[in-house]
């Protein structure tokens, strides 16, 4: 009696939740499925780290694990599935560090749109962004939207996280060198020429004064001749 108590509970509890899935599956009205892939598109620049992807769910009796490629899509099986995202060495391969966890539920599934949007697919980009502190750091690194009806697609792109800003630095005027030449034996006694050159053009205009006194000299003496002196 007891065992067919927990087949039936154990039925109606599947029933119940293939049903739910059922009525998931089913497009809601006036809406249409939009394609997403999210992806890794940077795994070539680290050739000793890999990525894995482990999911489970409703579908799958134990965990499925596998290594991550770049630029391909994550997968996680069935869309109600639980997708987790881990990192490990090269050299340790693909096994499961529980300390190594990047992304948690990673929703692939791109759900529904409306009808009248012109939204038909999104990719949605990481890249690694390097190490800090031991730990593998990752980020969105960009976005993809794709429109029907040849609209063109938009591109969206966001920065690095531990990318170090670039200062421009400000450029400040050279201060200007002013170079006083030291006097060699050459130009001191050019200097001292110069300098005595100079001394002998100050005295100069003495000699005007000594045509001055000779001039008054000779009246003197002329005033002398009258009177019958000789002049010294």
């Given at each position: ?84 995202l881990y ?15 990047l992304l ?51 591109i969206e ?76």
């Amino acid at each position: 009696m007891k065992k067919l108590i927990i087949c039936a509970l154990f039925f109606s509890a599947s029933l119940f939740l293939f049903t739910s899935a059922a009525r998931a599956d089913i497009i809601p009205p006036n809406s249409k499925p939009l394609n997403r892939c999210v992806k890794f598109v940077n795994l070539d620049k680290f050739p000793d780290v890999i990525l894995i992807g482990r999911y489970t769910g409703p579908m799958v009796t134990e965990p499925v694990i596998y290594q991550v490629e770049n630029n391909k899509c994550l997968e996680k099986g069935y869309k109600f599935n639980t997708l987790d995202l881990y990192w490990n060495t090269k050299a340790k391969g693909a096994m499961v560090n529980p300390d190594n966890l990047l992304l948690k539920n990673v929703e692939t599934y791109g759900g529904y749109v409306p009808l009248k949007s012109s939204l038909s697919r999104e990719d949605i980009e990481y890249s690694i962004a390097g190490f800090s502190g031991g730990k593998l750091i990752i980020y969105q690194s960009g976005k993809i939207s794709e429109y029907g009806s040849g609209s063109p697609e938009q591109i969206e792109t966001f920065a690095n996280p531990l990318a170090k800003p670039v200062n421009t630095p400000t450029s400040s005027p050279t201060p200007s060198l002013i170079i006083v030449p030291t006097s060699s034996p050459a130009s001191s006694s050019n200097f001292q020429a110069a300098s005595s050159s100079s001394n002998n053009q100050a005295a100069a205009p003495a000699a005007p004064a000594q045509a001055r006194r000779g001039f008054w000299q000779s009246i003197v003496c002329f005033f002398k001749g009258l009177f019958g002196h000789k002049c010294d």
